[in-house]
């Protein structure tokens, strides 16, 4: 990284970088070396409420589908949709808590579907190569 100061005061930065697109946009991603990464928390927020729900579901606080999605005030289609994400392997959510996700894994593509088998989950999504 380098740095300069301006004219008029302000500091120039020049460091290489990558861009990673996610859900359509992209996003840039922080250096290598560097403590911070890009994380996707709508994804995190899902995979956050789809175990809550199904805990939900599990142990009776709700009784249905159709109760659940009355608690938080949602859809039934999307409560179904986002539940799930708690079939997600393991290291899938790991990698995408800590924004080391391979690229083309976003919400919007989760929420189409997935294999409940962990090893398709990680060939369809792009982790085999990792």
Known sequence: MAQRVLEDGGI????????????????VIVPEGSSMTLKQDAVIRAIRNARKWTEMLVT?????LTD???????AAPYVTR????????????????????????????LVKGFPDDWVEQRMMMGFQNR
Request: charge should be positive.
């Open 60 to 64: 009776g606080q709700a009784a249905n």
């Open 82 to 109: 986002i539940l799930g994400l708690s079939n997600l392997a393991p290291d899938i959510v790991e990698a995408v808590c800590s924004g080391c996700e391979p690229e083309g894994v976003s919400l919007a593509r």
């Open 12 to 27: 120039e930065l020049t460091m290489p970088l990558k861009l990673k697109i996610i859900g359509g946009h992209r996003n």
């Open 68 to 74: 659940l999605a009355k608690k938080p005030g949602l």
